[in-house]
């Protein structure tokens, strides 16, 4: 690409201003508009691979952006009425078009990366795990812009009107929408409380918009291939409308789209476990003698450690043989909705359970991991609430440390009702001989490590109400 030619199709064009555009606004929609991209282990400066989904998540609103503005550009020649002079110059049309197209993809791309980086330099100064895993998710997204503007300049070229960059960007927007709300969702089957919910399909991988569900899932190789076949089909088909000059020229030029469609949706996962994956090499356990954590979160062992191997010592002087024996970050990522699955021998955590995320910043690690070896909790994955669960792990752990005291991340305005709750089972409790505390105590981790029947009521000595 000509050097002083690219300089000139800089200063003329829209390109550098969908550039800034992409970056000015994703910047001030992460750093702006609080959001779940800033918290716990999925923020979006916490890990690379969380960056690389939250930048990517962006794209429900710049791939439709990225649209109009080359909508936009490739209505240029016919704002300024060149289009029959320059058809006259001897330069063949692919060599405009490509220097065009060109140009908006280097702004492009550069803006994204730099999105990148501000992330990145972030995360840097927040984990010590690095891993390429997360990059293919960056070139997917920054390759959605190029191929989503050259189709917009295509489109501008071929529908030469005011209207034509307002009406593809809506159209690109209810595109994304529909692929992300009800086209690209299947209903699930109910589970064990009954409830309904959905899943993404494989024509949601047509989207832009992708899902940021746990810190340790990625989207699988053949989501990346088949979304790249989709996109250079994409691009061509910008490209091919950017230089055709009659009707059926264009006509032919609608073909890379849709074999790109086509091909795309043969290679494509249909099972929704092949679309977002687990990080196996994120996932394997680093351990500390019983206490163990994922190789992503290796940071935090050392400080995670001293308190799991306490917890295990307590859990064992008040359980005997009962009691777990070891400690570990949960790894099983489950489908949203479902029942979670515990363990009887090991404390398995999540460090963005509430319970665990607090008690890491007020040092109370150890109770923290008593509650969940006691009462691991069994609110569906991805729900959130507050009631028997928390209940029965407030007095299940005061059981075994001796004292009665609110459990870090209990809200402030649950505070009063938790003490009015718990402090008459906790005095019941201990006003039974030992013997039949053990018993009931058994009773509701049997409940709550099955999740079947209400761990509190169990605990109350009345678990058929």
Same mark, same amino acid.
């Given at each position: ?18 550039? #800034?555009?992409? @970056?000015? *606004? %994703?910047? =001030?929609? $992460?750093?702006?508009?609080? &959001?779940?991209?800033? /918290?716990?282990? !999925? ?61 908006? #993809?280097?702004? @492009?791309? *550069? %803006?994204? =990366?730099? $999105?990148?980086?501000?992330? &990145?330099?972030?995360? /840097?100064?927040? !984990? ?338």
């Amino acid at each position: 690409m000509n050097v002083r030619v690219l300089r000139i199709e800089l200063r003329r064009s829209v390109a550098p201003w969908a550039g #800034a555009v992409v @970056l000015t *606004s %994703a910047l =001030a929609f $992460l750093y702006l508009i609080p &959001g779940e991209w800033w /918290l716990g282990a !999925t923020a979006w400066t916490a890990q690379w691979s969380s960056l690389a989904m939250w930048t990517r998540s962006l794209l429900f609103y710049l791939w439709p952006m990225a649209v109009g503005l080359g909508a936009l550009q490739g209505l240029r020649d016919h704002r300024s009425k060149m289009s029959e002079l320059l058809t006259s110059t001897p330069r063949p049309a692919w060599h405009r078009a490509a220097m065009l197209a060109g140009t908006s #993809a280097i702004t @492009l791309v *550069s %803006a994204f =990366a730099l $999105l990148v980086v501000v992330g &990145g330099v972030q995360v /840097l100064a927040h !984990t010590e795990y690095t891993h390429p895993g997360w990059l293919p998710i960056s070139l997917v997204a920054a390759l959605f812009l190029v191929a989503g503007a050259m189709l917009g300049m295509g489109g501008g070229r071929a529908l030469p009107s005011a209207l034509t960059p307002p009406l593809l960007t809506m159209g690109a927007l209810v595109f994304t929408a529909l692929m992300h709300m009800s086209l690209g969702r299947t209903e699930t089957a109910p589970n064990s409380m009954g409830i309904t919910s959905t899943e993404p399909n494989q024509l949601s991988l047509l989207s832009p918009e992708t899902e940021v569900r746990d810190v340790l899932e990625t989207l699988s190789a053949s989501v990346h291939v088949g979304q790249t076949i989709w996109l250079l089909g994409m691009a061509a088909t910008g490209f091919a409308l950017l230089v055709a000059g009659t009707l059926r020229a264009r006509l032919i030029a609608l073909t890379p789209v849709l074999a790109g469609a086509v091909i795309a949706l043969l290679v494509l996962p249909t099972d929704p476990r092949r679309m977002y994956v687990v990080d196996e090499a994120a996932a394997e356990l680093v351990c500390d003698g019983p206490v163990c954590v994922t190789k992503m979160h290796e940071g935090h062992l050392a400080d995670l450690a001293g308190p799991g191997k306490e917890a295990l010592r307590l859990l064992r002087g008040a359980l005997g043989s009962q009691a777990p024996v070891s400690v570990r970050e949960n790894a099983a990522v489950l489908p949203e909705g479902s029942t979670p699955q515990w363990s009887r021998e090991t404390v398995l955590f999540d460090f963005d359970d509430d319970i665990i995320a607090a008690a890491a910043k007020d040092n109370q690690l150890t109770r923290a991991l008593v509650a969940k070896g006691m009462v691991p909790g069994c609110t569906p994955v991805g729900w959130s609430g507050f009631g028997g669960d928390e209940y029965a792990q407030t007095v299940a752990a005061g059981w075994v440390l001796g004292d009665l005291s609110m459990l870090p991340g209990t809200p402030a305005n649950m505070r009063r009702v938790v003490d009015a709750e718990t402090r008459p089972v906790w005095r019941e409790l201990k006003a039974l001989p030992r013997a039949e505390q053990l018993t009931r105590i058994n009773a509701m981790r049997a409940a709550a490590l099955s999740c079947e029947g209400d761990a509190f009521d169990v605990l109350k000595g009345d678990a058929s109400r």
